[in-house]
């Protein structure tokens, strides 16, 4: 593992949010904001979650951003709101990112997945993408 | 939606387990050992979970075991064991099981990932399967 | 199950909130916001949720409530607010209502019991019900 | 209050188990097995969960116990068992039991369900209790 | 156990809160907005919180805090607000309070840590206290 | 930071255990049994959870071990065995551990508290300690 692992984090986060040069960190919330009573946090989140999790083979970016919007509707943690505009940033179809949503009803039920919705909505609204509706009745 | 929901949920186990047609549920535990005291609840479970839900179009068969598999980490639960095989049954790589589970880590924590990553190897053993290491160190 | 499973749910909506012919799912939110990203989305809800679920015999409408309200209290979702208006709508008494949200203190600590009271209180202040006091002190 | 709280738990305990008086706690576990780590435990659980929380006046005993299963498969605790039980002794019907457990579908998921009728038909085999089917399909 | 319960626990909330006499239970909500719906609940959260588990030996007061704390992180209550409040009253230093709460990462994740930091650096700034930094990066 | 990160987890792990050099990594599970499968994960246990956060300045080895049971048991994970072991070889008096977990209860509630204890009872017969009883009754 040659690369810094800060460094690695960094152009994982650039790559996922698209981020320009200027603002490498993108939409990605990594702590910066706790900085004045824990300012390691931004470190861990950068060279652990993203230098190290997020740069693991096995699975691909896709997977990877599904993969964290599952875990954040079956907890409902706030944090589902960054985690779906990086999902249409790294190429998921807003279909992809709804039909994973509703897919959890059988395993958390119906209000989580509502709750999520709600969210999910709110982002395509702000990005003006639509959902190609996965059936025609 | 002419087919029969019923029908169509059988067949979707069917698919995601590759079982016989002597026993098309094949391995998917859809609540039959509760029918004296539920005798209705592996209807819901056909009907709804797999008739419904799993038949949705927008995302693919792949896409939903992970999705799955994520939510039963987060949640701790047993069931984590059948939709493991569920996952390979569908053509899941090894890789990417284990992939989606490490990846938890930064949100569930260690221990929900160390508990789901015993019952993969459980799994993989049973099934004679093993795991290209995703890094070499 | 000859009635038709939407119209069940439906009509059992229109049992839980005393609605009106006229908006036949009253206060009950079944996701109908949400129908531009998820437009299958209030189907399940009314068919599976309503139509399947409540609809089952074995328990009666206000014995359902409750155990809807416990499982939201228990999982601290912001849902509670509409059931516990079901809640009155059924013949829920205020006191049956908070004396079902007290029980949990020994099973889900303090917290999520306040919270949860909370909620009932500006419910109950909205539709200008009063608590019988269940002791006198 | 001027009965005592610990007689007021043990005698609100022993309604619930339909006690002996040789053994008034039943098969309630109070936390006895414990008092060598923690002495002053089972006097909290019975002061306070029975002698003044299951002592409250608002909803019955049915209601208490049927509120406290589902708390109990919302989060998948291994009591379950034990309040089932009390369930049958305070006289819920089997079918109210397994009612409220399949009711809980669209609020925790299927996977709660399945795991809690596995306990409630253990407990019902035991106790040589049946169901009554709620559909005749 | 000569002393009175209530007292005990009204006792204990002004030592942890370090209140006033005009108002001993300074910033802690005992439930009192709630007296209108459960007048009982304020004596409970008195009588059996802070009068008996509060007041049990074994640990201090500021492990006690910190052991709260940690309960709420990892339930995401809004109730934490006021525990970090609490701890500081007794005495923790506010690196103390983050020390814990980052701790927590490897076993509840980063967004649960992240929310409840963004507590605590809301609480310190309204308090004008700030953190030693853990390290000299 | 000089020191090694993977250097820095084990001598912390060896530190937390009291373990021999032979096998510096004692009784404290860091995912070895998984390598097979997840070859990577035992480095992120060693390096971030133990190099990087549980040797974070702020709290002390005590605290870090009780913040930790504290999470545990608030989810109700079965590595509350191995951390409780941790604390009586890091120094914490039984009787902290129990005052801890008792401390839970208007947090958690009951189940979680004496699920936890049973594990601490176990623990505390396979080493021969014994608790000081917080209460002369």
Not at 6 to 29: R, V
Not at 80 to 109: A, D, N, Q, R
């Amino acid at each position: 593992m040659a690369k810094d692992r800060y460094q690695q984090g960094i152009d994982k986060i650039q790559e996922l949010t698209q981020a320009s040069d200027d603002h490498p960190t993108g939409f990605m919330d990594i702590g910066e904001g706790l900085k004045d009573i824990a300012p390691d946090l931004s470190k861990y989140v950068v060279e652990f979650a993203f230098g190290d999790i997020y740069s693991r083979p096995g699975i691909d970016n896709k997977q990877k951003v599904l993969t964290t919007i599952t875990a954040l509707v079956a907890q409902g943690k706030p944090q589902i709101e960054m985690h779906i505009k990086t999902g249409l940033s790294v190429g998921l179809k807003p279909e992809e990112i709804v039909g994973c949503i509703v897919h959890l009803i059988p395993y958390t039920g119906f209000p989580s997945v509502l709750n999520a919705l709600s969210v999910a909505k709110k982002v395509f609204a702000e990005q003006g993408v639509s959902v190609k509706t996965p059936e025609d009745e």
